[in-house]
């Protein structure tokens, strides 16, 4: 359920409305930003920003340091599995 | 109101001061009841849209029937191959192609991919009352730009006006014969298991194409057809790995129905490697904003090869240097196993690929 | 793609295979005894079965398929009632892709396009808008039908029409909320579930408060997680390792979109135009207390159900079907007798079958392919 693509803003196209497009990997759609935009954060604050496109809407901003922060654990879950697999293999030659 | 000459027929033009008949004119705007009457209006829409472009000898006199030459086939091959489709689509044009360039190439491709030569096609057209008479010029001007490209000359036809919403615009069906050289025979029968399976390119963009050319979900696309003709590349890879088993075009169903097919033919199995597959980033980006699946999205220029090991390499590099070839891969091969299509994933593990239930719908909710 | 590709490597995943596995041994499991995981959403589903992830973990771990798939627990009663609004004449009636071909108890929305009703396809409640726009002299109806993740743009929407002044436009909402119907999947007696892969997008709006009390009151471990293969394998691994470590307690492994405290503007647009449905129908779990949302008094002249006079009559799901068992993981797809026989993805009976994150199609159509009870069930239906 609730599919949701990451996408850039590229443009603006009606800060009144709210309305902006994204692109997907080059597929391009006019987005509602009402979700990610309030009195602190107007909709051009968006522009270029990274966001999670649910049905027309961008429902959320991409934390950049948050994905860097999952791939780096990612990496140590599975470096460290491995590293013990070697010691065994070593312990049982 | 004289025309190129289509390649691969000898033409002498036709001309209004030969004195059989006169050409008409056609004034009006829209297509009328009255110009699938059999009355004059008819001749006018016959001779100024059809005739003036696709005018060729074999057409001759407008008789009932086009006489074609026996020595142009047997010249070329020891049989014949005939095939006929009929074409719709919505919009009528897309990026890419419209649907005077899929009926010729569509029915052109169907002959290619048995290994004949394309020679001849027929076009009847229902015409849906108060389609643009501009409409129907480009269409047929679509059809002739195609037909050359493709070495074919269209040489009969038919033409029917039908009540308003009983067709959808334009519906083209085209029959084509070619000839096939002698000694070679594919057939899905003559697939082995340990043949690889090739593709000529990048897939899934016709269909993508199409669905986003409708508007209804409002998306901005930069993916065109694939539409275009497979003679070509079938011929250089025919030469390049003369022991080829199987052709097949990869149309309605995608890649996904092609593959089933042959497993379901055959009983063998087939095995996708999903990392080898062409896909264009902008046609992985659809397909995640949709949920679709990208191996069920139409081609229209698009062929699966079987072909055996040994001879590979040589078929992928002979298809590369040919326009449409350039993105050429082995996606797979054919294992004795059990008649499924399987797919190892990007990800290391393996599924399933079955045939398509009906038409493939946006998964978004 | 960004934030997709990077989540995809299968380099990397061998590795967390291998550390899933340890974590499986340390817990004792084996194939008889195995770790049982429900991931909540059809999403995740979705990806287990594209990606093939069976393939790469033990058989010591089993994944229950839960109910988060909106179009998989639709009942037959709301598409009749889809399908009487969408006959009417002058009517546009327009919806999501994945509602079109769910089978209601006089046919689906597909079979009424067939029958001449003007039904249509679209991407976004805002396209369904501009159909309303577009054609004054028509009534466009859109069917809301999703989770927490899809109400805020419903809403939305419905605010912009009001702002608009459009008043040929209505929405048929079948919204439902998942929280309610977890507990009620925890508190039935049969179910034995380990821990809980939690639904990343519909999180993104509620956040991860509201599923304390399964930590807190049913002593399980629930991991919120993304879409992607690596998402699952990492989230997999965080719930075993509460496991291994005994805690419980509710974790965001997808911190990239999901912020803990949710989306509160998103919430505020849905307070605004929603209240709390006392009664909500799921096809195979029956009723639910308080699982749905509705239109609220300030907004009824949005609501199709009164524009149209629909009175939502309860239809029983089929008797053969075993929808609700395989939903709450009591039994394996292969199990119902109408798997591959009275339904298929061609003729779907239940639900599962309809979507292709419905756990029955999904076993259907991609399948773990070392499976022979599966191979069984589809081999009968062929001979």
Not at chain 2, 120 to 146: D, F, H, N, P, W
Request: overall charge negative.
């Amino acid at each position: 359920m609730c599919l949701g693509v990451p996408g850039q803003i590229i443009a603006i196209d009606d800060p009144a409305k709210r309305i902006a497009t994204v692109d997907v990997a080059g597929i391009r759609r006019k987005v509602d930003l009402s979700c990610i935009v309030d009195e602190d954060n107007p909709p051009e604050s968006c522009l270029h920003a990274w966001v999670l496109v649910h049905v027309g809407f961008a429902m959320s901003r991409i934390d950049e340091a948050e994905a860097e922060a999952t791939l780096k654990v990612l990496h140590e879950i599975g470096e460290l599995a491995v590293e013990r697999e070697a010691m065994l293999t070593s312990e049982v030659q | 109101m004289k025309t190129a000459p289509a390649k691969g027929a000898e033409i002498v033009p036709l001309k209004a001061e030969d004195g059989l008949r006169r050409h008409g004119r056609l004034s009006a705007k829209k297509i009328t009841l009255a110009h699938g009457g059999g009355g004059s209006a008819m001749r006018d829409l016959i001779d100024d849209v059809f005739i003036s472009a696709f005018e060729n000898p074999a057409m001759g006199d407008l008789e009932d029937q086009a006489r074609l030459p026996l020595t142009q086939f047997t010249a070329s091959g020891d049989r014949l191959a005939f095939t006929t489709d009929g074409f719709v689509v919505d919009p009528l044009f897309f990026p890419g192609g419209d649907l005077g360039k899929l009926a010729v190439y569509g029915t052109v491709n169907d002959l290619a991919v048995g290994g004949a030569k394309p020679l001849y096609l027929s076009c009847a057209m229902i015409i849906e009352e108060g389609v643009e008479v501009e409409t129907l010029r480009q269409l047929v001007a679509s059809m002739k730009a195609a037909a050359a490209e493709a070495g074919v000359s269209i040489v009969t036809g038919d033409t029917k006006v039908v009540g308003k919403g009983q067709a959808d615009k334009v519906f083209i069906t085209t029959a084509g014969v070619g000839a096939i050289p002698a000694g070679l025979n594919l057939g899905v029968r003559q697939v082995q298991p340990g043949d690889v399976v090739i593709v000529n390119g990048k897939l899934g963009d016709h269909g993508a194409a199409i669905l986003a050319a409708r508007g209804d979900l409002e998306l901005e696309s930069p993916i065109h057809s694939d539409c275009r003709p497979l003679t070509g590349l079938v011929q250089a890879l025919l030469k390049a790995a003369p022991n080829t088993h199987f052709i097949r075009d990869c149309t309605r169903g995608g890649l996904a129905s092609t593959l089933n097919e042959v497993s379901d033919g055959t009983g063998f199995g087939i095995r996708l490697q999903e990392k080898a597959i062409p896909l264009r980033e902008e046609l992985r980006g659809f397909c995640e904003i949709l949920g679709l699946d990208p191996l069920y999205l139409a081609n229209e220029g698009s062929f699966a090869a079987f072909v055996p090991r040994a001879e590979a390499e040589a078929a992928l590099a002979a298809l590369r240097r040919v326009d449409g070839g350039q993105e050429a891969a082995i996606i797979g091969e054919v294992t004795t196993s059990g008649g499924r299509v399987i797919m190892d994933t990007l990800f290391g593990g393996a599924r399933i690929v079955d045939m398509l239930v009906g038409e493939q719908l946006p998964r978004i909710c | 793609m960004k934030y997709a590709d990077e989540f995809r490597d299968s380099a990397l995943a061998a590795g967390l295979a291998k550390a899933i596995a340890e974590q499986l041994d340390a817990l004792g499991a084996t194939e008889e005894t195995p770790v049982r995981i429900m991931e909540v959403c059809g999403g995740h589903t979705h990806a287990i079965f594209r990606y093939g992830l069976a393939d790469l973990l033990p058989k010591s771990i089993e994944f229950l398929h839960g109910p988060g798939c909106p179009v998989c627990v639709l009942p037959r009663s709301r598409v009749d009632d889809c399908l009487a609004i969408a006959m009417k004449p002058n009517v546009i009636f327009a919806t999501f892709g994945d509602a079109m071909r769910v089978p209601g108890s006089k046919g689906s929305l597909l079979q009424a396009k067939g029958d001449g009703a003007d039904v249509r396809m679209v991407y976004s409640p805002l396209d369904a808008l501009t159909l309303a726009r577009r054609n004054p002299d028509k009534e466009v109806v859109f069917f809301a039908l999703g989770f927490e993740t899809t109400m805020p743009s419903t809403a939305l929407t419905v605010l912009k029409a009001r702002e608009e002044g459009i008043t040929n436009f209505s929405l048929l909402v079948n919204h439902i909320t998942i929280i309610p119907t977890l507990r009620a999947i925890l508190d039935d007696p049969e179910m034995r579930i380990d821990g809980f892969i939690g639904p990343g997008h519909v999180t993104m709006i509620i956040g991860t408060e509201p599923y304390g009390f399964i930590a807190s009151e049913y002593k399980k471990p629930l991991v919120v997680a993304g879409f992607e293969p690596l998402d699952l394998l990492q989230s997999l691994h965080m719930v075993l390792k509460q496991k291994v470590e005994q805690r419980c307690e509710i974790e965001n492994q997808y911190a990239r979109v999901v912020p803990n405290t949710g989306n509160a503007v998103a919430r505020k647009a849905v307070e605004q135009v929603y209240e709390t449905r006392e009664h909500c129908e799921w096809r195979g779990l029956g009723d639910i207390e308080q699982s749905g949302v509705q239109f609220n008094a300030a907004f009824a002249a949005y609501d199709a159900e009164k524009k149209f006079a629909i009175h939502n009559a309860s239809v029983p799901d089929p008797a053969e079907c075993r929808c609700g068992d395989v939903l709450k993981g009591l039994a394996k797809p292969w199990q119902c007798p109408a798997f591959g026989k009275a339904c298929t993805p061609e003729i779907p009976l239940g639900a599962l079958m309809v979507s292709s994150e419905g756990s029955c199609a999904a076993y259907y159509q991609y399948s773990a392919v070392h499976n022979e009870a599966l191979e069984e069930a589809r081999n009968a239906k062929a001979s």
